[in-house]
């Protein structure tokens, strides 16, 4: 197989494509209908939850047809330009919709909203309202508004707001894995990313509301959860103040400080049947003491999503990422260390960032051979305006060269997750039963605790069983297992 003209056939536009999700049909007796389309990260679709909670105390009950809806929003994303271009296009798609029916609302909301701002109106005509991520609680009073033919705009900031109280309705659900949102914002100032300014300032949740949002999940039959932030390994909280910046100011003065570490023990604790994820982890933050717990605890899943970007010094001094390739291969000794090989590491890579050489980028290569991870979001670098990199750098390689060292990227991590899948081939694995698997309904598909999916003929277990399994045969993508024990006792 020739990997390389495979991918070289990839176009700029699929490569950076945006995978969107849409909310579910529900009705419960309300009078409107809401519909949602969620771009971009997972923590956007976790706000779009929060959001549908907060529409249905409004008299919202949600569509996945949006000629139905009397609301619609579009919970948009700007790390790549690709994103918002699709963004744009799809507003355009619902101009029909509006002239059909001129009292249907259009709102956008998320971070092209919080960049943008109401610049957004005049560039976007058929667009009613504008929210960015911080203030979800005011969007009733803002569509009743759009329903009198107003328009609106509310992009504050806050340096507190993390919905704690809320409770998401959830969307999309296989009822057996959710999302917990475990902070917000980002204090770091990587030089090529928009998220500190449309997300603001870092801020950990309250990590009782977190602890009830798991059990309660547990209680309703769900098996996982996964905690979520930009940078969760840097979740601090004290009951006297949840902003990071500020509470690493008078540290001395609060009652208790909760960090990462004993977070996820806590939330292991809820029950050795609920599985533990969590995502991103940022390698300037990641400590032994993570490790460990993750170590002390079965159900806290080993798995571990560290996105290195570049492999080459010079390129993560630009970057901003604060931590060179040493640092990085330290912390992977870390894990290998105390986890062991079997813990699953994943990463994100920019390939063809400012400057970026021939030999700089053959550093990204080499250091994933010598990380060997199991799988990588993999993008080329898309300048974004008012980032530190947009106004100190040129983006000075050209697109061509961008696309052909992402196409290399992309070759080296199929080679090596089919190099880290065969590694599982005859071990016995304990996955959780998430569905059907797609190309046939035949099979189940599961995930074992490194993440990776494992599928299983249908006939002997269920959607929520946990299942022993022996690995025999496996793709670059795809593990394949025989079951050897349904439901094993895991206490
Ligand atoms: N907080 C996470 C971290 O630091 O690893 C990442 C969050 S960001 C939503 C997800 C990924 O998008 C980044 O890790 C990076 O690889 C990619 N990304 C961000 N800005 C980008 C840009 N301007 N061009 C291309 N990719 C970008
Ligand atoms: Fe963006 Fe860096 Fe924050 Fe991740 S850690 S969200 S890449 S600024």
């Given at each position: 197989m020739d990997l390389i003209k495979d991918i070289d056939i990839i176009s700029a536009e699929e490569a950076q494509a945006c995978d969107y999700k849409t909310t579910a049909d529900e009705n419960t007796g309300k009078s409107k209908k809401l519909y949602i389309e969620s771009y971009g990260c997972q923590m956007n679709f976790s706000d779009s939850e929060i959001v549908?909670?907060?529409?249905?105390?409004?008299?919202?009950?949600?569509?996945?047809?949006?000629?139905?809806?009397?609301?619609?929003?579009?919970?948009?994303?700007s790390i790549r330009e690709k994103a918002e271009l699709t963004v744009r296009k799809r507003l355009s798609q619902f101009q029909?919709?509006?002239?059909?029916?001129?009292?249907?609302?259009?709102?956008?909301?998320?971070?092209?909203?919080?960049?943008?701002?109401?610049?957004?109106l005049s560039e976007e005509k058929i667009v009613d309202v504008v929210v960015g991520p911080d203030a979800y609680?005011?969007?009733?009073?803002?569509?009743?508004?759009?329903?009198?033919?107003?328009?609106?705009?509310?992009?504050?900031?806050?340096?507190?707001?993390?919905?704690?109280?809320?409770?998401?309705?959830?969307?999309?659900?296989?009822?057996?894995?959710?999302?917990?949102?475990?902070?917000?914002?980002?204090?770091?100032m990587c030089s090529f990313c928009v998220v500190?300014?449309?997300?603001?300032?870092?801020?950990?949740?309250?990590?009782?509301?977190?602890?009830?949002?798991?059990?309660?999940?547990?209680?309703?039959?769900?098996?996982?959860?996964?905690?979520?932030?930009?940078?969760?390994?840097?979740?601090?909280?004290?009951?006297?103040?949840?902003?990071?910046?500020?509470?690493?100011?008078?540290?001395e003065e609060v009652s208790e400080v909760v960090n990462f570490a004993h977070l996820l023990e806590m939330v292991a604790q809820v029950s050795p049947l609920l599985r533990v994820r969590f995502s991103t982890s940022h390698p300037k933050d990641i400590t032994d003491e993570v490790l460990h717990t993750m170590k002390k605890y079965d159900n806290i899943c080993k798995y571990i999503?560290?996105?290195?970007?570049?492999?080459?010094?010079?390129?993560?001094?630009?970057?901003?990422?604060?931590?060179?390739?040493?640092?990085?291969?330290d912390r992977v000794r870390a894990i290998r260390k105390i986890l062991g090989e079997e813990c699953g590491i994943s990463s994100d890579m920019i390939a063809g960032f400012c400057t970026e050489t021939e030999e700089e980028h053959q550093e990204t290569l080499s250091l994933m051979d010598i990380v060997k991870y199991d799988f990588s979001?993999?993008?080329?670098?898309?300048?974004?305006?008012?980032?530190?990199a947009a106004k100190k750098f040129e983006d000075d390689i050209p697109l061509e060269t961008k696309k052909?060292?992402?196409?290399?990227?992309?070759?080296?991590?199929?080679?090596?997750?089919?190099?880290?899948?065969?590694?599982?081939?005859?071990?016995?694995?304990?996955?959780l039963i998430e569905g059907t698997a797609k190309k046939s309904d035949q099979q189940l598909k599961g995930r074992n605790s490194a993440n990776k999916v494992v599928i299983i003929p249908a006939d002997l277990a269920k959607k929520g069983d946990y299942v022993k399994v022996k690995i025999t045969d496996c793709s670059p993508a795809t593990l394949f297992g025989e079951v050897l024990e349904v439901n094993p006792v895991l206490a």
């Amino acid at each position: 197989m020739d990997l390389i003209k495979d991918i070289d056939i990839i176009s700029a536009e699929e490569a950076q494509a945006c995978d969107y999700k849409t909310t579910a049909d529900e009705n419960t007796g309300k009078s409107k209908k809401l519909y949602i389309e969620s771009y971009g990260c997972q923590m956007n679709f976790s706000d779009s939850e929060i959001v549908a909670s907060i529409m249905k105390e409004n008299g919202y009950d949600t569509t996945s047809d949006f000629e139905q809806a009397d609301v619609i929003f579009l919970n948009t994303c700007s790390i790549r330009e690709k994103a918002e271009l699709t963004v744009r296009k799809r507003l355009s798609q619902f101009q029909n919709a509006k002239r059909n029916k001129p009292e249907l609302t259009i709102g956008v909301l998320g971070c092209m909203a919080e960049r943008l701002k109401e610049n957004l109106l005049s560039e976007e005509k058929i667009v009613d309202v504008v929210v960015g991520p911080d203030a979800y609680r005011d969007l009733p009073n803002l569509v009743a508004a759009a329903e009198e033919g107003e328009k609106g705009v509310n992009t504050f900031l806050s340096r507190e707001e993390t919905y704690a109280d809320i409770a998401p309705v959830r969307l999309n659900s296989n009822g057996v894995t959710a999302f917990i949102s475990i902070m917000r914002g980002c204090d770091n100032m990587c030089s090529f990313c928009v998220v500190p300014f449309t997300r603001g300032r870092e801020r950990s949740r309250d990590p009782h509301s977190i602890v009830a949002e798991a059990k309660d999940l547990f209680e309703k039959g769900y098996r996982e959860v996964t905690l979520l932030g930009q940078n969760v390994d840097s979740y601090k909280w004290s009951p006297e103040e949840n902003n990071k910046a500020r509470l690493n100011k008078k540290e001395e003065e609060v009652s208790e400080v909760v960090n990462f570490a004993h977070l996820l023990e806590m939330v292991a604790q809820v029950s050795p049947l609920l599985r533990v994820r969590f995502s991103t982890s940022h390698p300037k933050d990641i400590t032994d003491e993570v490790l460990h717990t993750m170590k002390k605890y079965d159900n806290i899943c080993k798995y571990i999503h560290l996105p290195v970007q570049s492999g080459n010094s010079r390129v993560l001094e630009l970057m901003n990422r604060t931590y060179d390739r040493e640092w990085y291969l330290d912390r992977v000794r870390a894990i290998r260390k105390i986890l062991g090989e079997e813990c699953g590491i994943s990463s994100d890579m920019i390939a063809g960032f400012c400057t970026e050489t021939e030999e700089e980028h053959q550093e990204t290569l080499s250091l994933m051979d010598i990380v060997k991870y199991d799988f990588s979001y993999m993008f080329f670098y898309s300048e974004r305006p008012g980032t530190l990199a947009a106004k100190k750098f040129e983006d000075d390689i050209p697109l061509e060269t961008k696309k052909r060292r992402l196409a290399e990227i992309i070759a080296k991590q199929t080679e090596l997750s089919y190099e880290r899948n065969k590694m599982d081939l005859g071990q016995e694995q304990l996955i959780l039963i998430e569905g059907t698997a797609k190309k046939s309904d035949q099979q189940l598909k599961g995930r074992n605790s490194a993440n990776k999916v494992v599928i299983i003929p249908a006939d002997l277990a269920k959607k929520g069983d946990y299942v022993k399994v022996k690995i025999t045969d496996c793709s670059p993508a795809t593990l394949f297992g025989e079951v050897l024990e349904v439901n094993p006792v895991l206490a």
